[in-house]
């Protein structure tokens, strides 16, 4: 069975504003990684936070990780029309050698 | 460095046919996966291979098949197609433990 879940399942803001997403997951992790989809395309890999860790920055992106609530999130500041993709965060399940995807999070950015 | 590479990118089968998808990567990574995705479902494990010569189930195993013929490539077989594998496939491949790499997907309708 599928270790995170995302929400919203979709989110639609207007150019500039900012997105939050968040992920919840079952069972206690080492890290957790977010990734992005754009339509027709491959996942491409965003982020990866350890479990001793409480935020993380890159670029435009902050992920917090919350272990005692077993949640995440991912912002994206000052969006822009190529942010329109789907994002998914992962978890290991079992080991390292594998993860869990949630079903994502669409996001939308209007011009 | 073309990364991950999976063929064919698009497959009409029908149902009871068989058939291969391809996948090879060039980053010298040990681990390789497949998952499919599916609406609403997001990303599903099928095989993985930790390391070249092993093979192991992951989240929804059955009516498939895995080779991991060396180190770069990882194939998946469908010995009698079933319309429920209809389904995006992506090829994916990972120092352990770490970053996933995608391929661009392969898109299998069965007919």
């Known amino acids: 069975s599928q270790q995170g879940e995302e929400d919203p399942q979709a989110l639609s803001i207007q150019e500039g504003e900012n997105a939050t997403m968040n992920c919840s997951y079952k069972t206690s992790i080492n890290n957790l990684q977010w990734y992005r989809q754009n339509s027709g395309r491959g996942l491409v890999h965003l982020i990866l936070i350890r479990s001793n860790e409480r935020e993380k ?3 435009r992106l902050r992920v917090t990780l919350d272990t005692s ?3 995440s999130s991912l912002l994206i500041t000052a969006s822009r029309a190529a942010d329109t993709a789907s994002y998914f965060c992962a978890t290991p399940l079992g ?3 594998k993860l869990s995807f949630g079903a ?3 996001v ?3 011009a | 460095n073309a990364g991950v590479t999976q063929t064919p990118k698009f497959q009409v089968l029908k149902t009871g046919q068989s058939m291969t998808l391809q996948c090879a990567q060039d980053m010298n990574h040990n681990s390789m996966y ?3 995705q599916d609406p609403g479902m997001g990303l599903r494990l099928i095989y993985y291979s ?3 010569g092993t093979t192991d189930k992951g989240e929804v195993p059955n009516g498939y098949n895995v080779s991991r013929l060396n180190k770069r490539e990882f194939s998946l077989r ?3 197609a079933a319309p429920s594998q209809t389904s995006v496939y992506f090829c994916a491949s990972s120092v352990t433990g770490n970053t996933i790499y995608f391929g661009e997907g392969s898109w299998l309708t069965v007919v």
Do not use: C, P
């Open chain 1, 57 to 59: 920055h890159s670029g």
């Open chain 1, 69 to 71: 609530k077993k949640s």
């Open chain 1, 95 to 97: 080991n390292d050698y």
């Open chain 1, 104 to 106: 994502g999070t669409t």
């Open chain 1, 108 to 110: 939308t950015v209007r």
């Open chain 2, 34 to 36: 497949w998952y499919r």
């Open chain 2, 50 to 52: 930790a390391s070249e």
């Open chain 2, 78 to 80: 469908l010995e009698s």
